[in-house]
């Protein structure tokens, strides 16, 4: 599928796939492929507003002729500077209060670079919008959980929606798509999913994460509050959270686990519909106490 795609930069090495959308190629760069040219213009647009502010992005390599991204009949390509850094894995096994604190602090980088970002895109669906429609009817369709259940927590998130601050937001951030050495953060990656939204989505996106792959939550459970506590405090050195985020960051980190239940339930992936939906009752009893 890549093959003779690296000529286009002048590079004869052949690519070496890392994952389905991605290719290492001569120990140097990273050939991406995005789904559509709208795509690869959002990823070229958020790495110069990030740069910008000081956030470290990979560079968009040009191709030989001077463009930015290579349309093919297989794909839309981009090549990137490999930065260095590796993936943060295992957290609760470090020093997690840390790690939280200073990836809040990244996080709220990350924002702040992106309110300088304008989106005049129409048709783009906000979250709760989400919630109430395609959502909302697969949910109604399964036995998986009671309406109350799902209800609740949607509902309840819905009526302050719209007063929470929207920007332009990330939409898919967790450590897979940060780098870092140590504690310092070496590259921020993959835009292709960015949009104008509230920004507690990837506030609530990011600290749900952390509870994927663990295989007994309840002995994590002060751990993730205690990450979750620490995250907010280096979030808020760059950016204060309004009274409406703060009240809503359990119901939407809920609404998120809804989201992909819907979402994989969709895909008869029955697998991940167990994962998340494990997830989700560990949410609900964890905020039911409070």
């Known amino acids: ?109 990350i924002h702040c670079a992106f309110m300088t970002v304008s989106d005049n895109k129409t048709g783009v669906t906000p979250f709760h919008q989400e919630l109430m429609g395609w959502i909302s009817r697969e949910l109604s369709s399964s036995s998986l959980l009671t309406k109350e259940e799902w209800s609740g927590p949607m509902e309840a998130l819905c009526s302050i929606y719209p007063q929470l601050p929207r920007q332009q937001i990330h939409r898919d951030l967790h ?60 979030y808020e050195s760059m950016i204060v959270l309004e009274n409406n985020e703060r009240k809503a960051l359990p119901l939407m980190m809920q609404c998120i686990e809804l989201l992909f239940i819907a979402f994989w339930q969709q895909q008869a992936n029955q697998e991940a519909v167990a994962e998340t939906l494990r997830i989700f009752k560990f949410m609900e009893h964890v905020y039911s106490q409070e």
């Open 1 to 109: 599928m890549t093959a003779g795609i690296t000529a286009y930069w002048g590079i004869n090495e052949k690519p070496v796939a890392t994952t389905p959308t991605t290719w290492e190629v001569a120990g140097k760069y990273i050939l991406k492929s995005v789904s559509t040219e709208n795509a690869a213009l959002n990823n070229i647009r958020l790495t110069a507003a990030l740069r910008s502010h000081g956030v470290p992005v990979p560079h968009i390599m040009k191709a030989a002729d001077g463009r930015d991204y290579i349309v093919t009949e297989e794909g839309c390509y981009l090549l990137l500077e490999k930065l260095a850094g590796s993936h943060i894995k295992e957290v609760f096994e470090q020093d997690y209060e840390a790690i939280a604190y200073e990836t809040g602090i990244v996080i709220g980088k």
């Open 175 to 234: 450590y897979g798509n940060l780098l870092f050495e140590g504690t310092s953060l070496t590259g921020v990656l993959d835009f292709d999913l960015g949009k104008q939204d509230a920004r507690l989505f990837d506030i609530a996106y990011f600290l749900s994460g952390q509870l994927l792959g663990t295989k007994d939550l309840m002995a994590i459970k002060h751990k993730w509050i205690r990450f979750i506590s620490q995250f907010l405090s280096g």
